[in-house]
Each structure stands twice: as structure tokens, then as C-alpha cells.
């Protein structure tokens, strides 16, 4: 059988957050350049999260996605809070699809920040810290080390961390996500360190707004247009393309998938210890 074409062909590619938006886009994306694919994500409600999280019909969908493109896939639900978790996932993937070669870190939330929806008690707050901490930033290392021996036993790769603007950039009132967004600059700076000996690579990518269910949602509308009642998409625009250099309110998942696909293939081959932005110039604005 002649193997696939396309810049990860035969290689194999564990993605968290996999059953929708972002998450979802970079297993096509992968699966599109001959990559199987190992998903993972956990198709349940945090309650403190306000809008609605994905499913396991979400996660059914992107199954079927990537077996459109003649690929294989593994997918699992699991909680990237729960690191035994995660590595049995990983060690059943490898064991069906044969090898690990690219990590997709890109598992993450949001809870409510700012406006009418920030928690006013203290304990409440340390609560909503806490949890974006240990998703956001807990998680992508739990997410590392899981796949860490498969990465070394497949004789190195590369490992993506979705980060944000707000990893470069300080955005908003204190709650977490900014906090937890930095320290992942960090984490994925020491990774790339240490990691380096085993010929593993480790960037981060930093989106600005994206149109996912993450920010195309009510809560969200309701964070960035606190002085409205009930504010829509088109409300919310000027005020997301004032953080750009661009005019534009956000970018689209295939922006942010291009970003990935560069880092895990063979072309970024020596690029390692960078945060990219992909953000319309919302850094230096």
C-alpha cells in the first residue's frame, strides 16, 4: 500500500480538545497532510464553565471527519486534569496506530471574567482560579509528560501548545486565564529545554479571538459587551478588532490549524522554544 502523501504522512498525532472548534479543525487539518490521529477530550460539563462544552456527539463528528480523509483515529474521552488518564490513552493509541510523533496541547477554558459574570466572593474567585489554572495550565503539562516516552520511543517529534494572545499580552481583569495563558510561555520554554535532548520540539501558538463555540457564545458576548442586555455577535465585533492591528474581530480555526501543521512538520524541523502569534498584530497594539 503506498503511503499517504503530505507533509506528516505516516506520522502519528495526539490532539486534545478534539471533539470541536480549534481542537477539532487541527485533527482535519493533520489528518488532511497524512497524519492518523489519537483525540482526546472530555465530552462533559464543568459546571463552572457557562457555556455549553462538548459532547460525545461532538467527538463523534470529528471521528467521522478524519475517517473521511481515509485516516485512522483513536478516540477517547478523558480529562487532562487526570494525568493517569491521559497516558492510557496515549499507550492505547500507540499500541493501535504504532508510533507518537506530534502533540496537539490544545485543551483549555474559559470561566466567567469580567462584567457581570466575575465571581464576587473570594472564595469563589480562588475557586474559578484555580480550575482555569489546572485545565489550562496543569493540563497541557500532565498532557506532556503523558506523551513524553511514545515522543522518545519514536525517536523525537514535535509538541504544539495552544496558548493565546493573552499568553503575550495581559487582556482583562485578573481570574486566571490570562495568568494561566503566561505561564504556559514558561512551560513551553523549560519543555523545549529539556525535551531537546530527545530531538522533541516544543512551540506554542497564541491565537487572538477565534470563531469557535468557545467565544461565539452568550457568556462571552456578555464579557465583552457588559453595558448590554443581551449582545450579539455583531455587538461584540468592534470591540474585538480594537485589540488587532487588522479589522478584523477574529480569525478563523484553518488560521490557527496552518500555524500547527507549520510546527509539526518536518519543515519547522529546527524551530523550538517560540511562541508564534497568529493574532492580527493584537500583540503590538
Known amino acids: ?30 489528518a488532511a497532510e497524512g497524519a492518523d490521529i489519537i483525540a482526546v477530550d472530555l465530552c462533559e460539563q464543568i459546571d463552572e464553565v457557562r457555556y455549553p462544552m462538548s459532547t460525545e456527539e461532538d467527538l463523534a463528528e ?15 474521552k478523558a480529562d487532562v486534569r487526570e494525568a493517569e ?7 492505547e493509541g500507540v499500541a493501535e496506530l504504532g508510533r507518537l510523533d506530534v502533540v496537539c496541547a490544545n485543551a483549555g477554558i474559559i470561566t466567567p ?30 498532557t506532556i509528560e503523558a506523551a513524553r516516552p511514545a515522543l522518545t520511543a519514536s525517536g523525537g517529534g514535535s509538541i504544539v501548545i495552544t496558548s493565546s494572545l493573552a499568553g503575550l499580552r495581559a487582556l482583562g481583569v485578573m ?6 495563558k503566561h505561564g504556559l510561555v ?17 512551540n506554542s501558538v497564541h491565537p487572538t479571538s477565534v470563531r469557535t463555540p468557545m467565544i461565539m457564545n452568550d457568556q462571552s458576548y456578555r464579557s465583552f459587551r457588559p453595558d448590554l442586555d443581551h449582545p450579539t455577535a455583531e455587538d461584540v465585533a468592534p470591540t474585538l478588532a480594537a485589540m488587532h492591528l487588522l479589522d478584523v474581530p477574529y480569525v478563523e480555526p484553518d488560521d490557527i490549524s496552518a500555524a500547527v501543521l507549520w510546527l509539526a512538520s518536518d519543515e519547522a ?13 493584537g500583540v503590538i497594539r
Do not use: C
Not at 129 to 138: A, E, G, I, Q, Y
Open 269 to 281: 524541523r529546527y524551530v523550538t522554544g517560540v511562541a508564534l502569534p497568529v493574532d492580527a498584530g
Open 113 to 142: 471574567h469580567g462584567g457581570a459574570d466575575r465571581p464576587t466572593a473570594l472564595a469563589a474567585k480562588v475557586a474559578a482560579f484555580r480550575l482555569m489554572v489546572d485545565v489550562n495550565l496543569t493540563g497541557v503539562f500532565a
Open 85 to 91: 488518564a491521559l497516558a492510557s490513552v496515549v499507550e
Open 186 to 202: 514558561g512551560l513551553m520554554r523549560a519543555a523545549a529545554i529539556e525535551l531537546a535532548p530527545a530531538r522533541i520540539r516544543v
Open 1 to 30: 500500500m503506498t503511503a499517504p502523501a503530505g507533509k506528516l504522512a505516516g506520522k502519528v498525532a495526539l490532539i486534545t480538545g478534539a471533539a470541536r472548534g480549534q481542537g477539532r479543525n487541527h485533527a482535519v487539518r493533520l
Open 175 to 180: 481570574g486566571g486565564y490570562t495568568e494561566s
Open 62 to 76: 470529528t471521528v467521522s471527519a478524519v475517517e473521511a480523509l481515509d485516516r485512522r483515529i483513536v478516540a477517547r
